[in-house]
């Protein structure tokens, strides 16, 4: 069965490029046909619980390699729902032990994990402390000007105006959960967190004369 090789070799991380100096971090995800195609098919809830038991067991392992390599690091487990084929393992390189990565993204609503729609004999997700974010489409402000759409017209379609801590302003639609876990004995009480905000698409280049 194609998903227990894959589950097999993403135990060992890429880290390569984690190590340049460039590198920010690594991830896996099950990307898969007929599933992770240009337009995504999300697999059934049974399927995805395989998945996820994939990504846990990956996680424990990934431990293992980071605490070896002795750099700086935040280990996170983001479960999608309903989008679950975008579910990924992701580790990011930290500038000092003891801080973790913190998202704009991350949700003013108030919710409780699914354990009982997520859970599995398989696995226990209880052993993560999970912080809801938001799945969502943005468009930045910035970009308005050359599209053929405008702020109004976001709005009418569920959009809300938001703006992060470097002042970029943003318009997102919500399309769901993304539940981003880390294992419960990986934080410290003095650990301190680093606020990762969405990066804006490059600025068009007029060349023109």
Known sequence: MHLD???EL????YTESFLTERGRHTYERYTVSPFYNLVKRHPPLWFYKLIIAKLVTAYSEWQKTFDNLDVPYDLQLWLYDPA????EIICYKMQQHNKRMRFSWESDLSKP?????LGSKQYNLHDFEWVLADDAH?????DLEHADFTA????AEGYIRKQ?????VYYAKRLG????GRQRNAMSHDTKDVIQGYFAPPKAVNNTV
């Open 5 to 7: 090789k894959w589950g």
């Open 152 to 155: 109004d017209d976001l709005f």
């Open 177 to 180: 959960d993304i539940w981003i």
């Open 84 to 87: 679950y084929i975008r579910s």
């Open 10 to 13: 993403i135990k060992e991380p």
């Open 164 to 168: 992060q801590n470097d002042g970029m």
């Open 138 to 142: 943005v468009h930045f402000e910035d």
């Open 113 to 117: 994990f699914p354990y009982e729609k």
